[in-house]
């Protein structure tokens, strides 16, 4: 007989009896981010805003959002009405329930349904004040907005976003790597750890409310800092490991 045939189904046996050595439901770890919004963050003003119904629908029912329109004055620019003209940041924070694989995932998944082309992806390492460090995804893409409910018409917008993880004591831009964190902490702990994804995007080019071009190198230097002081502000960096 083929040795083979014979050591398949053992291997099969054992793989499958392997299962029942992986916790079901273990200890819960929360997300070392704080997930109440404040009503500003530096110079930033947050206008809190509700899910959506379509991530509402889509997610598991125990996941949680934080989410908020952010402004700030731009520095001398003022509409012919005397309004002060505003950047503006979209900021979201998804906290992923007891089953994380329908809580939370990579924004590369739903972008597209948003009206997002995404053009380029990139690492960038985000510096806080209170000396840590980490990485971030960044995301370039082209946001097609419809100016009705037919959808015949669109505008285009140049976006940048970026967006990262935080677990119980980790932050990472991989979603790859938090998959095998959360296979590592049932297996070895036996602990369930929950994420929270991040989330912050941007306009630039030419914008109907601001008279003069937003340039991308603008709009990533305002991004980036306004996603530092969150950083530094909304996670409990004493729960996260130096290592």
Same mark, same amino acid.
């Given at each position: 007989?083929?040795?083979?045939?014979?050591?398949?189904?053992?291997?099969?046996?054992?793989?499958?009896?392997?299962?029942?050595?992986?916790?079901? @439901?273990?200890?819960?770890?929360?997300?070392?981010?704080?997930?109440?919004?404040?009503?500003?963050?530096?110079?930033?003003?947050?206008?809190?805003?509700?899910?959506?119904?379509?991530?509402?629908?889509?997610?598991?029912?125990?996941?949680?959002?934080?989410?908020?329109?952010?402004?700030?004055?731009?520095?001398?620019? @003022?509409?012919?009405?005397?309004?002060?003209?505003?950047? !503006?940041?979209?900021?979201?924070?998804?906290?992923?329930?007891?089953?994380?694989?329908?809580?939370?995932?990579?924004?590369?998944?739903?972008?597209?349904?948003?009206?997002?082309?995404?053009?380029?992806?990139?690492?960038?390492?985000?510096?806080?004040?209170?000396?840590?460090?980490?990485?971030?995804?960044?995301?370039?893409?082209?946001?097609?907005?419809?100016?009705?409910?037919?959808?015949?018409?669109?505008?285009?917008?140049?976006?940048?976003?970026?967006?990262?993880?935080?677990?119980?004591?980790?932050?990472?831009?991989?979603?790859?790597?938090?998959?095998?964190?959360?296979?590592?902490?049932?297996?070895?702990?036996?602990?369930? !750890?929950?994420?929270?994804?991040?989330?912050?995007?941007?306009?630039?080019?030419?914008?109907?409310?601001?008279?003069?071009?937003?340039?991308?190198?603008?709009?990533?230097?305002?991004?980036?800092?306004?996603?530092?002081?969150?950083?530094?502000?909304?996670?409990?960096?004493?729960?996260?490991?130096?290592?």
């Amino acid at each position: 007989m083929n040795l083979k045939a014979l050591v398949l189904p053992f291997f099969i046996t054992g793989s499958m009896s392997g299962i029942y050595l992986l916790p079901s @439901v273990g200890k819960v770890a929360e997300s070392a981010v704080i997930m109440e919004l404040p009503d500003s963050l530096g110079r930033w003003s947050l206008d809190k805003k509700p899910p959506t119904e379509a991530e509402i629908g889509t997610l598991s029912k125990d996941t949680r959002f934080s989410k908020a329109r952010c402004l700030t004055a731009r520095p001398g620019e @003022v509409t012919l009405d005397g309004y002060l003209v505003p950047d !503006q940041v979209d900021l979201s924070v998804v906290l992923s329930g007891a089953d994380i694989n329908n809580s939370i995932h990579r924004p590369e998944r739903c972008m597209p349904a948003q009206g997002h082309n995404i053009i380029s992806s990139s690492d960038q390492i985000l510096k806080l004040d209170n000396g840590r460090q980490f990485e971030a995804k960044r995301l370039l893409s082209i946001q097609n907005i419809p100016t009705s409910e037919e959808r015949k018409e669109y505008l285009k917008f140049n976006c940048v976003t970026y967006y990262f993880f935080v677990g119980h004591d980790r932050v990472t831009n991989d979603h790859l790597a938090r998959t095998f964190i959360d296979m590592k902490d049932r297996l070895v702990l036996g602990m369930d !750890q929950r994420w929270a994804y991040v989330s912050v995007s941007m306009w630039y080019g030419k914008l109907p409310w601001i008279e003069k071009e937003v340039t991308e190198a603008e709009a990533d230097s305002k991004l980036k800092g306004f996603l530092e002081k969150f950083s530094e502000q909304q996670i409990n960096w004493a729960q996260i490991s130096r290592d």
